[in-house]
């Protein structure tokens, strides 16, 4: 894999001039509109937004899930426009967690069998004693031998976010990874995803529509017509308190 070192080593993603058009002729729609933007390691940051003004496409190109029609993208000091599809592949499963609303759990698999996955893929012998760790690290070390069918859809989040970590990923992408709870689970989840960049200096980005998941992070980012129209930052003692902060950021923003 080609490796530079052009990211400043305090950014986990860096986007600069980022630019993405989807589709050509009369059908291009540009979703992504000269973005420049860093992530700093440690942080978590919440992506907002109006429907159709960029989040996934953002997501998806800082992820190397989809590749930018201009601009730059560095991962973990890696100019993904430098990388083949397969370098791609590699980096995205060495450094890259994701987590989704769907959960997407092998229903077939154990929780512990899950939270192996990405080890048994990278090939790498599978440490019971790690697996064991994560789901701790989630409160489900008691139901390492249940099915996802067998858990609750916050216990299922919480296996899928074991299983995006046990790689120690640069930086986890979760899309919409409360979309599916209810409000007591999601807090349980939100708070598991503010103590893993609290305790262990993950660095996590999150589209969400939801200000009280965004309350969780240390900044928002809201997007507008693919562009990046404003950000909060929220010290320790806002979050969580200014949901209502966010949603008028939100509502301003839908309204301009
Ligand atoms: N594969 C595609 N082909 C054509 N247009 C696309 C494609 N993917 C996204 N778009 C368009 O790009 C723009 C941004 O879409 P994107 O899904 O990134 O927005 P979003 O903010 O995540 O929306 P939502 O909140 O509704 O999920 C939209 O106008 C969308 O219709």
Redesign the pocket.
Known sequence: MTTTTQAPAAEAVQLWSARKV??AGD?A????DDVSIGFPRGTFTAIM????????????CAAGLDTATAGKVVVAGVDLGELDENDRTTLRRDKIGFVFQAFNLVASLTAAQNVELPVRFAGKRVSPAEVKAALGEVGLAERAHHRPGELSGGQQQRVALARALITRPEVLFADEPTGALDTTTSREVLLMLRGIVDRHAQTVIM?T?DPVAASYADRVVF?KD?RIADQIALSPHQRHAHPSLIASHMAKLEAS
């Open positions: 989807h589709g059908q729609v540009t979703a992504l937004g109006p429907s159709g003004s960029g989040k996934s496409t953002l997501l998806q589209v529509h997007l693919g």
